[in-house]
């Protein structure tokens, strides 16, 4: 039914932090959202754990938390970007409780078609779009 595959943990992975590191511009699928969402929780539970033991491991969390920052903010504002959103909507993170309205963004699926930040990234109602 996709004209794509459906992207997977790695290819999730790469596309955030090698392909888009800064890119706040176009859209993403939530799989690439979810798998990133997913890969930070891990691997904030496995330090977390090795930290009891090895104190010294919390300055790896730091390190990885400041180079994961702005791939961290550009794929949220993708996300939003895919469902039709502008990525200021992200500043609702701020506003305690409000702040699930993002969740709910979130686990929206893409807007078909091309919308105001480009094609869909599933292929799915591009051509009809370009063809009106």
């Known amino acids: ?11 999730a992975l790469e596309s955030v932090v090698v392909k888009n590191y800064a890119n706040f511009s176009g859209r993403a699928r939530r799989s690439e959202y979810w798998y990133f969402a997913l890969a930070n929780m891990i691997f904030g539970a496995v330090t977390g754990l090795m930290s009891v ?35 200021w909507w992200y500043l609702l993170v701020l506003i305690p409780l409000v702040n699930l309205v ?25 051509q009809e779009m370009i063809e009106r």
């Open 53 to 87: 033991e090895i104190p010294e491991v919390m300055y790896l969390v730091w390190i990885a938390g400041v180079a994961l920052l702005i791939p961290s903010l550009a794929v949220c504002v993708r996300r939003l970007h895919d469902i039709g959103k502008s990525g």
């Open 102 to 126: 993002l969740i709910y963004f979130f686990i929206l699926d893409s807007q078909p078609g091309v919308n105001q930040y480009g094609p869909n990234p599933k292929g799915i109602g591009n």
């Open 1 to 11: 039914m996709y004209p794509m595959k459906t992207m997977g943990f790695i290819e």
